[in-house]
């Protein structure tokens, strides 16, 4: 089944404790990317990545890390989290296509990661 | 730079009745639009999308949107709700260059 995967899917977690949020699709789709979602706010992009080993920060990059050495795998890092991030994350890739194709960039989501921090 | 508004944080229809939820956006490039549904406590589905084809662009579950270039408008309608309509909806806007804008999403509450 094509999906894209991500672990843990519910994490509480202190102050300063490092945490990696992993996101994996085995649909061999170039594009891949994190988003927060936090009420009232929408989806807001944290980082996105084009293809292996290129990353671009999104709207909201602070107190995040992203990592693409292989193409099925995009891990979210929290070196110290902080309480302000507690949210939750969702992970989603596409096929990196011309606008005008039929399938362009329609993303598939992961089933979110809802992580407290206290 | 790019933006999406959506016009309504809420809106509350009776079933059976017609569907308008609202979307403005603003982009440097020629965008690619989206329609994304939430069901609570659930991922998120492809509504529908608009690529530069047809304008008009039909999605799933009866919802169509209408690309208005003048008006830099996508708003997303449905003939007839139904209570599994009743969801969070999010507009968003793309770029080749791989960002991503979401709206604050609308509510869409179905009364019976």
């Known amino acids: 089944e094509a999906q894209v995967t991500q672990n843990p899917r519910y994490l509480i977690t202190v102050t300063g404790k490092k945490l990696t949020v992993t996101c994996s699709q085995n649909?061999?789709?170039?594009?891949m990317s994190w988003y927060r979602q936090d009420p009232g706010l929408g989806l807001r992009q944290i980082y996105y990545?084009?293809?292996?080993?290129?990353?671009d920060k999104g709207d909201v990059p602070e107190g995040y890390k992203v990592s693409r050495k292989e193409k099925r795998n995009f891990p979210l890092i929290l070196e110290s989290p902080s309480p302000n991030q507690t949210s939750l994350y969702f992970c989603?890739?596409?096929?990196?296509?011309?606008?005008?194709?039929?399938?362009?960039?329609?993303?598939?989501f992961g089933a979110g990661s809802r992580l407290t921090v206290l | 730079a790019q933006s999406v508004t959506q016009l309504d944080s809420h809106v509350s229809v009776s079933e059976g009745t017609p569907v308008l939820l609202r979307c403005n956006y603003s982009?440097?490039?020629?965008?690619?639009l989206f329609w994304y549904v939430q069901h609570p406590n659930k991922g998120l589905q492809l509504l529908l999308k608009?690529?530069?084809?047809?304008?008009l662009v039909k999605g799933i579950n009866g919802f169509e949107a209408e690309f208005k270039k003048s008006e830099t408008s996508f708003h997303l309608t449905k003939p007839s709700a139904h209570m599994s309509d009743a969801a969070e909806y999010f507009c968003?806007?793309?770029?080749?260059?791989?960002?991503?804008?979401f709206g604050d999403g609308t509510t869409l509450t179905v009364k019976p």
């Open positions: 989603a890739s596409s096929f990196y296509l011309p606008r005008t194709a039929s399938g362009a960039n329609v993303l598939t």
């Open positions: 990545s084009m293809n292996v080993e290129v990353t």
């Open positions: 968003v806007v793309n770029t080749n260059a791989g960002k991503s804008t």
């Open positions: 608009y690529t530069s084809a047809a304008t």
């Open positions: 649909m061999n789709h170039e594009y």
């Open positions: 982009s440097s490039y020629s965008p690619s």
